[in-house]
């Protein structure tokens, strides 16, 4: 993917991807969708989040930063979605195995 400018940490996306990720741990689901209905964006608009744009990439099973990274960059979607130019902003967590990026933009 060719480079995009850089993305800028949001605390309201972090609490997001917090949120999402905990869920996902406590409940032992994994999916964008979580049991109650929400998507992504429904999940960030809860959490105050105004942006236009979300995007969200999860994975399960890493237990380093970089196994994760490199697992989201071979993956063609998630590679994707970590270089679209539509995004401006991101937020991260990780709770155990599980993790969640939330991307936002205006």
Request: proline share 7%.
């Amino acid at each position: 993917m060719p480079p995009v400018p850089p993305l800028t940490w949001n605390d309201t996306l972090t609490w997001a991807a917090q949120a999402h990720v905990t869920d996902m741990y406590e409940h032992n689901y994994f999916n964008h969708i979580a049991p109650d209905g929400s998507s992504p964006i429904q999940r960030a608009i809860q959490w105050g989040y105004s942006g236009d744009y979300i995007g969200e990439n999860i994975a399960r099973g890493y237990i380093s930063l970089p196994a994760v990274m490199q697992a989201w960059k071979n993956s063609e979607d998630h590679c994707k979605a970590l270089m679209d130019s539509t995004y401006s902003a991101m937020g991260a967590a990780r709770d155990g195995d599980y993790w969640d990026q939330e991307f936002g933009g205006y």
